[in-house]
Nanobody, 125 residues
Framework: QAQLVESGGGLVQAGGSLRLSCAAS????????KGWFRQTPGKEPDFVAALIWSGAGTFYADFVKGRFTISRDDAKKTVYLQMNSLKPEDTAVYYCAARVRYDGNRYDANEYDYWGQGTQVTVSS
């Protein structure tokens, strides 16, 4: 069974940092693409970052470039999202997701097969 479990969310002041973790089951971790999305009430999930399983590349939304870094630890089957210089507009529920297919649109939440339960990130001004 594919499973993703996020942790590391919380309340932080603007300018601060948080590191989110996503512990994955073997099946989920073997997916071609692993990514992070975020969602605010009443909106669809927005793509934040993704990485390819082979380490072939990382991808970021424009609004987090230079501030967020996605990485992975194969031994722990864990994907991380290091978030620096946080802004109040980064407040959202952050979801870890995994996508089996290697083609298509990695930025589209609808193309992801496995999802975690989400972790709340709140950035105060």
């Amino acid at each position: 069974q594919a499973q993703l479990v996020e942790s590391g969310g919380g309340l932080v002041q603007a300018g601060g940092s948080l590191r989110l973790s996503c512990a994955a089951s073997e099946r989920a971790y073997s997916s071609y693409t692993k990514g992070w999305f975020r969602q605010t009430p009443g909106k669809e999930p927005d793509f934040v970052a993704a990485l390819i399983w082979s380490g072939a590349g990382t991808f970021y939304a424009d609004f987090v470039k230079g501030r967020f870094t996605i990485s992975r630890d194969d031994a722990k089957k864990t994907v991380y999202l290091q978030m620096n210089s946080l802004k109040p507009e980064d407040t959202a529920v952050y979801y870890c997701a995994a996508r089996v297919r290697y083609d298509g649109n990695r930025y589209d939440a609808n193309e992801y097969d496995y999802w975690g339960q989400g972790t709340q990130v709140t950035v105060s001004s």
